[in-house]
């Protein structure tokens, strides 16, 4: 069965997460402070993003379209507040481009060079990172986003649509992501081979493990020239 794709997760494979949306989250809050001052006094940052959280929720048909689901938030916001409809594109494209202000892992670059000549390489997101607006679109043959997809990992059709957009069966692909769940359970259904991307050596938390298991970018490359002609 010899590997013909690789697709990788984007949030906390290629770069760390959690610090990126909590600066995005920040300099939205002060955006809002400065431009919006009705909201912030009624919310700090915190309420407000409780806020933001308790107000999605009503949308579950949606979860899978975190633009659309903070778009909405804001026209609300926007509308109970009583500020015009500028408030909903300025605020979205404030985070936004915050959020995609990503710092890739140290070997990143290197490692996706290094698949584009042997392998069709796309990525399979739940997020909203644009990899074109980030410099690191060159790398992809096709990105697969939930909100494209109409669903979210670990969902069968995701993966399925990757599938689609490489041209190849499941048993030809291989997929690379941190999350258990997500990534590696939701590819291996599929039929994916799978390579868990664990960089805090955590534990596997159970269920059919992955295939294979790194800490860092750089070690997978050995781990697909073994796979690459069985």
Known sequence: MPLRCVT???????????????????????WITCHYPRISERYDRAELTAHRRWYVRRYPEMEHDFTYLRRRWLR????????GTQLEEDGFRVFWEHRNAVTLFE????????????????AITNGNADVHHIGIGHYFDFVITAAGAGVAKPKAA???????????????????????????????????????????AAP???????DAEIRTLDELEPVLERWRDQ
């Open 158 to 200: 995701i993966f399925h649509a990757a599938l689609a957009a490489a041209g190849v069966e499941a048993r030809h692909a291989v997929h690379v992501g941190d999350d258990p769940k997500r990534d590696v359970r939701g590819a291996n259904a599929v039929g994916m081979r799978t390579v868990w991307v664990n960089v805090n």
């Open 107 to 122: 070997e990143a670059h290197e490692v996706l060079d290094g698949m584009r000549e042997r392998y069709a390489v796309g």
């Open 76 to 83: 609300h916001l926007a509308d109970r507040f009583d500020y």
């Open 204 to 210: 596997w938390p159970g269920g059919p493990p992955p």
């Open 8 to 30: 990788f997760d984007l949030d906390d494979t290629l770069w760390e997460e959690k610090p990126l949306l909590s600066g995005a989250e920040e300099a939205f809050y002060d």
